[in-house]
């Protein structure tokens, strides 16, 4: 039987993934969560996991007096121990932000595959954790809807020159604004994505457009391309997942509903396909596929990651740390929306690039971005 350690387990991917594993009969060796007790709870009654850690550790000890038979770990490196213990055969890592940076590596070092959602591994540390995988000869599937159809996309064709890789944007629930029209934008507005259902802080990146420029990123890494060779794609209907162009001019696109258990379950059954019973595209239902190209004037993130990705070294990590803090605010009506792509510019230009010797040296930089990120949006 195929075990499966799911971390991040009470979040959107991670519930998403368990229903794959019950949809597939997949031993569910190991759970995480980081505050979400009772949804922990609940997926510990019904899939009686061998091993489950939750990062606060304030709920350890009420985790433990009804944990039954399932070994309970607590706090960061409480996380760390499950992926050690469970010995699972894949590792879906769907933690949010730079807090997935250590499970990624310890999950290479540890399983077969790992089914990576967390992007921000990539961004902040792609050329540590990809040295890893490579020297480990670990599988590192990616599970985001748009890398997963790159991945497909290439397959068979992989001795063929890639010349441009697409990818799609939905665009987000402010395509068509303009920057004044941004500085009216709620918190309830720019949680109302059109097409996925996403946590808070992920439907945010999209609204800003951060979660393409991370994905322009973490695409650099996995598929190991220059970032000229990245384009960014606005196709509202999210159909196209994303495209691939080869040096003849052919381009291969993969299509399919707006689902992600379908490029979890990919992630899980590679190299082979399996049925399921989600949700299907319906391709005489199709009116019309729509592409643009982006408006980064207006959405400024996106320019940022690209500005970050290019400079290399240090600068994705501090990107990436100073969004998470903006975006955080915003979600606390501390700040408005249209000034979180300010306070990432002003991070940026205090920072001094260098090319970081291990990951306790990220780790070290996404702290200080942080503070400084603190600090302005106090201070302001």
């Excluded at 997949?26 to 009654?45: K, M, P, Q, S, W």
């Excluded at 190991?224 to 495209?243: A, G, L, R, T």
């Excluded at 979600?331 to 940026?348: H, K």
């Amino acid at each position: 039987m195929t075990k499966v350690c799911i971390l991040g387990a009470t979040g959107s991917i991670g519930r998403q993934a368990l229903e794959v594993c019950r949809e597939m009969g997949y031993v569910v060796a190991g759970v995480t969560a980081n505050t979400d007790f009772e949804g922990l709870v609940e997926i510990c009654r019904e899939f009686r996991p061998e091993f489950a850690a939750i990062a606060d550790e304030t709920r350890l000890s009420d985790f433990k007096a009804i944990a039954g038979k399932t070994t309970i770990f607590g706090g960061s490196t409480g996380i760390l121990e499950c992926i050690r213990e469970s010995s699972a055969d894949i590792t879906l890592n769907s933690i949010v932000g730079s807090a997935g940076i250590l499970p990624t590596l310890e999950a290479v070092r540890r399983s077969k595959r790992v089914a990576l959602a967390n992007k921000e591994s990539l961004v902040a540390a792609g050329k540590i954790i990809m040295e890893e995988v490579k020297s480990r000869g670990t599988e590192l599937i990616p599970v985001d809807s748009e890398h997963s159809a790159i991945f497909q996309c290439l397959e068979g064709n992989r001795s063929n020159r890639l010349k441009t890789i697409y990818l799609t944007a939905s665009g987000g629930p402010f395509r068509g604004f303009d920057r004044e029209k941004l500085k009216n934008v709620t918190r309830e507005m720019a949680l109302a994505h059109p097409n996925w259902v996403m946590g808070s802080k992920i439907t945010i990146d999209s609204a800003t457009m951060m979660n393409k420029g991370l994905e322009v990123i973490e695409a650099r890494w996995l598929f190991d391309c220059i970032y000229e060779d990245i384009k960014v794609v606005v196709h509202p209907e999210s159909i196209v997942h994303s495209m691939v162009e080869f040096d003849d001019g052919s381009i291969i696109a993969q299509l399919g509903a707006p689902d992600m258990r379908v490029p979890i379950q990919f992630s899980m059954t590679y190299p082979k396909r399996m049925c399921n019973s989600f949700n299907k595209l319906d391709i005489y239902k199709m009116r019309k596929l729509e592409f643009t190209e982006p408006d980064t004037d207006t959405f400024r993130c996106l320019a940022l990651a690209y500005e970050a990705g290019k400079r290399g070294g240090t600068m994705p990590c501090v990107m990436n740390a100073a969004n998470e803090e903006a975006v955080a605010a915003f979600l606390r009506d501390i700040i408005p929306f249209a000034r979180i792509d300010e306070i990432i510019r002003r991070i940026m230009e205090q920072h001094d690039s260098f090319e970081p010797d291990c990951v306790e040296t990220i780790l070290e930089q996404d702290r200080i971005a942080r503070f400084l990120t603190r600090k302005i949006i106090k201070e302001d």
